[in-house]
């Protein structure tokens, strides 16, 4: 079945550095979607990204989805103390003919920022 | 617009109960899909509902079930319970499609004892 694999799965640095997530899938995906998760918060959409080779930023967020749609990261530059949580990708793709088209997320990169 | 609501916020059981949880969606959303996060597993997707129907359903035992009322509120049961299911349960309502954005509920915390 399909499978999106996440990395690093933990993440620490001084506030002021830049911080990278990546997401690889197991199958081609026909859109990626990203999500930040606050600690005791729940996931909340930061972005959807649909076509091959897109970039997409917001203010010092960039997201990239690959040539291959397969592959996804979220980079952060010069990260602040707001920017702690848990980054999730989450991959629509063909899970096969009994699952059908399915959103499988990654396990997440849990960021923490020193001030 | 109101966002997604889970209710009860916060539940504690003990070992072979059995439990309900609901979920209201964002008015106007018709698919509600509901995962189980834990520590070591992230998020795994349960089951899906679009009016009324099961859309799609992940790699969980038959102890889970869900259904969804003509006015798109969903519920979950989780029966005989066990303490590996000890999670946070979260449900996320979208309008129509896969496509479209999902919007996440603030979850209810379960804790099996």
């Known amino acids: 079945g399909q499978q999106v694999m996440q990395i690093p799965q933990y993440q620490h640095v001084q506030e002021g550095e830049d911080f990278t997530t990546y997401c690889n899938s197991s199958t081609t995906l026909s859109n990626i979607q990203w999500y930040k998760q606050r600690p005791g918060g729940h996931p909340v959409f930061l972005i959807q990204l649909v076509k091959s080779g897109e970039v997409k930023k917001q203010k010092r967020l960039t997201f990239q989805f690959g040539e291959a749609k397969k592959n996804s990261s979220l980079h952060i530059t010069a990260t602040q103390t707001t920017d702690v949580g848990t980054y999730f990708c989450?991959?629509?793709?063909?899970?096969?003919?009994?699952?059908?088209?399915?959103?499988?997320f990654g396990e997440g990169t849990q960021l923490t920022v020193n001030p | 617009k109101a966002g997604v609501t889970q209710t009860p916020r916060y539940l504690i059981k003990t070992r072979g109960q059995q439990v309900t949880l609901s979920c209201s969606p964002i008015?106007?959303?018709?698919?509600v899909s509901w995962y189980q996060q834990t520590p070591g597993q992230g998020l795994q997707f349960l089951f899906e509902?679009?009016?009324?129907?099961?859309?799609n359903k992940g790699n969980f035992p038959g102890r889970f079930s869900g259904r969804q009322f003509s006015n798109s509120r969903s519920e979950m049961n989780v029966s005989t319970l066990e303490l590996g299911d000890s999670a946070l349960y979260l449900c996320a309502s979208r309008r129509d499609t896969l496509q479209e954005t999902q919007y996440f509920g603030p979850g209810t915390r379960l804790l099996v004892l």
């Open positions: 509902y679009f009016s009324e129907t099961q859309r």
């Open positions: 989450a991959g629509l793709g063909w899970a096969g003919e009994t699952s059908g088209s399915r959103l499988t």
């Open positions: 008015s106007g959303h018709r698919s």
